[in-house]
């Protein structure tokens, strides 16, 4: 079993960048694949990025192709997400995601959730 927590959201402006962080507790971080998911109002949630077990793979949705990077450290436990180049529609409850079983990264979706940080970015 892992817990995840996520911080580094928050409010910035079209064009500006974050980075969000997911801390993992437990020994068997890197048995997981990790990925980042997103809500926005009213839509369904949705895979923005996920990394392979070792972080030699990454995997991105359309809409943030070239302006989101994801990595990891096993060391430290800790997935990353660098947001860069925001827009609007980047607005959403972020969610960090653990899946010990992912066949391919593109379609992980594990059981183990973080509690959501919200990132809005304004125009």
């Known amino acids: 079993q892992v817990q995840l927590v996520e911080s580094g959201g928050g409010l910035v402006q079209a064009g500006g960048s974050l980075r969000l962080s997911c801390a993992a507790s437990?020994?068997?971080?890197?048995?997981?694949?990790m990925g980042w998911f997103r809500q926005a109002p009213g839509k369904e949630r949705e895979l923005v990025a996920a990394?392979?077990?070792?972080?030699?793979?990454?995997y991105y949705g359309d809409s943030v192709k070239g302006r989101f990077t994801i990595s990891r450290d096993n060391a430290k436990n800790t997935v990353y997400l660098q947001m860069n180049s925001l827009k609007p529609e980047d607005t959403a409850v972020y969610y960090c995601n653990a899946d010990r079983s992912a066949i391919t990264i593109a379609t992980m979706k594990g059981d183990y959730w973080g509690q959501g940080t919200q990132v809005t970015v304004s125009s």
């Open positions: 437990g020994r068997t971080f890197s048995s997981y694949t």
């Open positions: 990394i392979s077990r070792s972080g030699s793979t990454t």
